[in-house]
């Protein structure tokens, strides 16, 4: 058995029930999370490339070192591998990632406007505006450096024509992640018909900012 047994697990755990809640559709998308080896070094735990995940099993998640070559696992790694590598490298607070092609967060990306902070639950959880990435193709080294910069240090950004992005501390908070940016972007869009949307007001989004800086930021 591995001794990533248990982190495979929550990887694929995360990626079946991401199809089931319909943030994916077939094989797109995929899943990691960030292991240390007692030595020290950095790996981690991805979903493989052009998989249905319903019929993955917890030996079918790879685990990748961070220059992307398998050091656990048969299968071909996902296309992504470099993104989630790139985000881990450049926050060292962020042990899970989600990327997922949602429906309304989807439709922002298209129409590349920016979500402004307008819920409490967004400024706190996933620190405030949800920004575009540029677009760049899948898989590529611009892809990796326009997500890490419209991410920047939030919780969440989309990715224009494409999908979004969320990260988190552990699985079970960048799967919380994923659900309440696309929760905001359907509040979003819902708000954008009605013809108006108010941004959280300043000082409460300050208060909101400060607390979501003091649990995620790379200075604690």
């Known amino acids: 058995m591995s001794m990533w047994n248990s982190e495979k697990k929550a990887v694929l755990e995360a990626a079946q029930q991401m199809a089931k809640k319909g943030l994916v559709v077939g094989t797109s998308g995929n899943v990691s ?29 790879v685990v990748a070192d961070f220059e992307g070559e398998n050091v656990e696992g048969e299968l071909a790694i996902s296309i992504e591998k470099m993104l989630h590598i790139g985000i881990y490298k450049a926050r060292r607070k962020v042990n899970a ?16 406007r920016e979500i402004p902070a307008f819920l409490d639950d967004q400024v706190t959880y996933i620190g405030g ?47 919380t992640i994923c ?13 954008l018909s009605l013809g108006r949307v108010n941004p959280v007001p300043a000082q409460a989004a300050e208060v909101e900012k400060a607390f979501f ?3 995620h930021g790379d200075s604690q």
């Open 213 to 215: 800086n003091f649990i």
């Open 97 to 112: 990632i989600i990327h997922t092609h949602p429906v309304f967060g989807s439709a922002i990306s298209v129409a590349t």
């Open 179 to 191: 659900e309440l940016a696309e929760k905001t972007a359907k509040i979003y869009v819902c708000a």
């Open 33 to 61: 999370m960030r292991l240390r080896e007692p030595s020290g070094r950095e790996l981690l735990a991805i979903t493989p490339n052009a998989r249905y995940y319903d019929t993955l099993d917890v030996d079918d998640i």
């Open 129 to 175: 505006e949800i920004k575009v990435a540029e677009y760049a193709l899948p898989g590529t080294k611009d892809l990796v450096d326009n997500v890490i910069s419209a991410l920047g240090p939030r919780n969440s950004v989309l990715l224009a024509n494409h999908g979004a992005v969320s990260v988190g501390r552990d699985m079970r908070e960048a799967f």
